[in-house]
């Protein structure tokens, strides 16, 4: 790659419901342990946060090895809006997606953006999946690989890990942006991506550590997260993404999903949600 092909920017979102030691791992393992660092890190703070964050947010701006700038939005506008303002300030095309809990693993950014110089518009990683009580790996999910294979997975599922993506902020423009649908701001803008034309791949090797949370499957599920994917279907139907039989499909499983209790939406979304799980 020549030196221009190499710039990239972090766009990295922060909410007051992380952790400062979470946040510093996670800003750590993308600007000082990478094989090839971010040009530059666009930090976005969504809404107030207590003052031990803020101040981690400082401290990692006056030490980073690369320009780093803060956005700070007033109130809580959720994560498409805050990545809608963040890119909006990432001074190149090519970006780089990180939440503030997650973990980059070192040669992570050198390998998408050796992809993206390829000719690629968006491109994401397998991850691990570690508990955040003790760190340990519990698994791994790896999508799926291929421009076809994708296009036909994502007519049921995500088809990209979101953390470890790396894109071209001009194909996410084209494609319409983040949009504001419950969790799954990501899954309509991929779908939007694909269906528009975008070149798009997934390494088949884990490259992020994505940490589990305790309330990660209470998240998934409630009446919330149900009007969201109905209206995700809705969306995707009006698109000609997905055909009448595949709606009905999705509704009934994707939907029914969001209604079970906790214990069996954990296992039913491992097995049948992101079948790329290996445990």
Known sequence: MTATEQNFSLLLPIYSGDKPSFLERAFRSCVDDQTLPPTEVVMVQDGPVSAELAAMMQQLIVASAVPTRL???????????????????????????????????????????????????????????????????IGKRIPPQGQEAIARYSRFHDPFNHPTVMYRRSAVKAAGGYIDVGLMEDYWLFARMIDSGARVENLQEALLMYRVSAGAYTRRGGLGQLTAELRLQKEFRKLGFTTPLQNVRNVIVRGGYRLVPVAIRRIAYRRFIARGFHS
Do not use: Y
């Open 71 to 137: 956005l700070v939005l007033e109130h809580n506008r959720g994560l498409a809006r805050a990545l809608e303002a963040g890119l909006a300030q990432c001074s190149f095309d090519v970006v780089a997606r990180m939440d503030a809990d997650d973990v980059s693993l070192p040669t992570r950014f050198e390998k998408q953006r050796v992809a993206i110089a390829g000719g690629l518009d968006l491109v994401g990683t397998a991850m691990f999946e570690f508990a955040e009580d003790d760190g340990s790996v």
